[in-house]
């Protein structure tokens, strides 16, 4: 009674997750690589494949042995993944590859039990030997057709087993190996490639969306199941000049926000919502200026919904019912029309860039925008790009992007190659002058931001040597290293180091 | 001794003249800017200003007995950072872009219990889960 219910408890811990029960394939070694049958969770003690003429017995490659010198049955073997024996022959094919060098050769049938006890990787338990063939000088230089009963001990079982065939002999040498092929086992198929080879395993999975809970970002969730950082690199800091097309003080603090955005992503990886989240550092001019994030190359229709953006102060902008910008070609998302109001208290024209103070925080303002998941519409990762821009002192026409990031619909094209401004959309470069300076810079991570008229490079001074060697030297200038920061003309807000 | 000093002076003077001339006049290494302010910065026109490289990184896909998936994810060395994570059929390919910050060198790929580590500094980041065969 106490073995049945150990060996129910037994079954029920090896449920497959995947439910396939495919049956084990006859191992021919077609493929060629070793490798792919290992990565499938067969495993080869120094035994190898062989395409050499004469040597395959069907086909163009077979199974070979090392020189068989050693009978020991560990000294060259051929074991299955797990899987679960089902009952018949094993059958294989044999042939020797001289007919004289050595004096015996031996093919020994095994099966392994699992033991999660085991303190080794494979979790294998002790080897039984139930079978074996010997020959004795002449070997068989044809193929021979083996068969081997299954043993009634694991025949048809609920556990896990692997099987060892081992290729051994005495008196050998690299002219007279065995050759095996086309090695047929009834039963079928229970490992676990991605978890060690181990057996297959029941996982955990509260909301049955296919994804393991340990591996879930929303394990009682459905509908979501991975969260991805776009661009990869978290939070990042946002900083504009607002004069576009005309150039400023360049000291990038007209408007500082820190930056992030999350894709949350279903089992079938498609995206399900974006997550933005925003929360402005510094404002360094008169202007007030509207945030705000085109979702490049995506229709607005496949948007379904945005929520928790701050549209209400202004009637600059004009929106779908998707909440989506309206007359726009590519999806375009606001996420506050007024940056001044992301600062309630702060007063005159400077936010946070006086070193002496007073300094404010902004709130912060997490939007969600929801993708259509049906089919025909759903979108991959990779397929979001992600272009964040200010609408400059509610001009709605005016716009300041990323360099060479595309403007919107809705930006007023006669301005772009005006003033210190060298876009060209026959070249499909943008917010740049004729010198290649951009009007904003976005760095990943967060730091600190300029004092007001305070030149960047007086701040960063690694800036100028990055750009000149174009980004091969003091790659990481931005960083808090000794040399690369003027910390007295440098914002620090709370949390930024 | 007075004349003595007195000259001793001017020559350190004539001295640091020279040495200052000397540095004015010399060319500066090579992608080292001269620029006092971001405007005077000379750059080339490809140069992009982003402090993020573009890395592709590559799923190789193998011939599995059976359809196996489970997450794959390409995460910062600290783990920090999720760069990609989603379901993958390990029988198939699979490619996408990635923009790493130029101030992480390493990232971590794992699928399953396979876990591995590269360099950020390749253009291509090719994975599989292949053993290395040892004969």
């Known amino acids: ?497 | 001794m007075k004349k003595l000093l007195i000259v001793s002076m001017f020559a350190l003077v004539g001295l640091t003249s020279c040495k200052k001339q000397f540095n004015e006049h010399q060319e500066l290494p090579k992608n080292v800017s001269s620029a006092k302010k971001f405007s005077e910065i000379k750059t080339s026109e490809n140069f992009d200003w982003k402090t993020t490289n573009e890395v592709t990184f590559k799923y190789n896909g193998i011939p599995t007995i059976e359809p196996i998936k489970t997450t794959l994810s390409i995460v910062s060395e600290d783990g920090k950072v999720v760069l990609y994570s989603g379901t993958q059929l390990m029988s198939s390919n699979f490619e996408t872009k990635l923009a790493i910050p130029t101030n992480m060198k390493n990232i971590v790929v794992k699928y399953g219990a396979v876990t591995k580590s590269f360099s950020t500094s390749l253009p291509i980041i090719a994975f599989d889960i292949l053993p290395t065969l040892v004969d």
């Open chain 1, 1 to 497: 009674m106490k073995k049945l219910l150990l060996s129910i408890v037994s079954s029920l811990l090896f449920t497959a997750y995947l439910g396939a029960q495919t049956a084990l394939p006859v191992l021919t070694a077609e493929s060629g690589n070793r490798s792919l049958e290992q990565a499938n969770c067969w495993a080869f003690g120094s035994a190898t494949y062989t395409n050499s003429a004469g040597l395959p017995i069907t086909g163009s490659w077979s199974i070979l042995s090392n020189s068989p010198s050693n009978p020991s049955i560990g000294a060259c073997w051929v074991k299955t993944p797990w899987m679960k024996p089902g009952s018949g022959n094993i059958t294989l094919k044999y042939k020797n590859q001289a007919a004289t060098a050595g004096s015996v050769r031996r093919i020994i049938l095994s099966y392994i039990p699992y033991n999660a006890a085991d303190p080794g990787q494979f979790k294998e338990g002790t080897l039984v030997r139930f079978d074996s063939i010997s020959y004795s000088s002449p070997f068989p230089t044809t193929a021979q057709n083996l068969s081997f009963a299954i043993p009634a001990a694991i025949a048809n079982s609920t556990l896990p087993y692997k099987i060892m065939i081992s290729l051994v002999g005495v008196g050998g040498n690299s002219g007279s190996r065995l050759i095996v092929d086309d090695i047929s086992i009834p039963g079928t198929y229970y490992a676990d490639p991605t978890n060690n080879c181990l057996p297959q395993v029941q996982i955990l999975d509260k909301d049955g969306d296919g994804v393991a809970d340990n591996q879930d970002a929303y394990p009682e969730d459905k509908d979501r199941a991975y969260d991805v950082q776009i661009p990869n690199a978290g939070e990042s800091t946002l900083m504009f000049e607002d004069l576009w097309p005309a150039t400023g003080d360049y000291d990038f603090n007209d408007f500082v926000t820190a930056y992030g955005a999350i894709a949350v992503t279903n089992a079938d990886n498609k995206v399900v919502e974006v997550k933005i989240t925003t929360n402005v550092l510094a404002i360094g001019a008169s202007y007030n200026n509207a945030f705000a994030v085109q979702f490049d190359g995506l229709k607005p229709e496949l948007i379904t919904g945005v929520k928790g953006n701050v549209t209400n102060f202004t009637e600059v902008f004009k929106f779908n019912d998707n909440g989506t910008e309206s007359e726009q070609d590519y999806a375009n998302v606001l996420i506050f029309d007024q940056a001044r109001k992301q600062f309630p208290g702060a007063g005159g024209s400077g936010i946070n860039v006086n070193p002496e103070g007073p300094f404010y925080t902004s709130e912060k303002v997490s939007v969600i925008v929801s993708f259509n998941v049906a089919k025909e519409s759903a979108i991959e990762v990779k397929e979001l790009k992600l272009n964040p821009y200010i609408v400059v002192n509610q001009n709605r026409g005016i716009e300041v992007h990323l360099s060479d990031n595309i403007p919107s619909s809705l930006a007023d094209k006669k301005i772009f190659g005006t003033e210190k401004d060298n876009s060209s959309f026959e070249k499909g470069t943008y917010y740049k002058t004729k010198n290649n300076l951009p009007f904003a810079i976005k760095v990943e991570g967060l730091i600190p931001h300029m004092v007001e008229k305070q030149d960047i490079l007086t701040g960063y001074p690694k800036l100028a040597d990055w750009a000149t060697s174009e980004g091969k030297e003091y790659e990481n200038w931005y960083n808090n290293s000794e040399g690369f920061r003027q910390n007295k003309l440098l914002i620090y807000l709370e949390g930024i180091k």
